[in-house]
């Protein structure tokens, strides 16, 4: 089966995803608390389809746009799509799951949904300067490797207590 499409409307939606992802980069940038990220740039933001095929990406990292399409289906295996509700975000570092580095690039994946269904994942992989180490920005010791989770629109004390005293 073979689908056209109208060259001007392809441009049009291609040129508005290129917006969104260009003011992905630029929220993170001005609402980032790590120099890693706001001065240095260490971070990348991009769009997938609902199968995790890179569509669009911000400024950033280009080396890290490869992981995007990977950690969204290591996502979905972890939490089917059917289950994702709107308001989700999936969080991992997990240097050895799909897509995986190293610790410090924590990704966060936020499902989109247009009229209930998953039409696109939001994907953002930054350098996290300190993941839980001895020392600020060392991963030594009592580092923490996130399995995927799955947060929320309510708070979820499993995660917050892990973090909190």
Not at 7 to 26: K, N, Q, R, S, Y
Not at 100 to 129: E, K, R
Not at 130 to 157: N, W
């Amino acid at each position: 089966m073979s689908t056209t499409f109208d060259p001007f409307d392809l441009e049009i939606i291609g040129e508005h995803l290129t917006a969104v992802a260009d003011e992905m980069f630029v929220t993170t940038t001005r609402t980032a608390q790590s120099a890693m990220i706001y001065e240095v740039l260490d971070f990348s933001v991009g769009i997938t389809d609902s199968d995790g095929r890179l569509v669009d990406q911000g400024n950033g990292l280009t080396i890290l746009l490869r992981i995007f399409g990977e950690r969204v289906r290591g996502a979905l295996a972890q939490f089917p799509a059917d289950t994702l509700v709107d308001g989700d975000i999936i969080m991992t570092n997990d240097p050895y799951g799909p897509g995986g580095s190293h610790l410090n690039d924590m990704t966060l994946v936020m499902p989109v949904f247009v009229d209930g269904q998953i039409v696109a994942f939001t994907c953002n992989q930054a350098h996290w300067a300190d993941v839980g180490g001895k020392d600020p920005g060392s991963v030594f010791g009592r580092r923490r490797r996130h399995l995927p989770r799955r947060a929320t629109g309510a708070v979820r004390e499993d995660l917050q207590s892990r973090h909190t005293r």
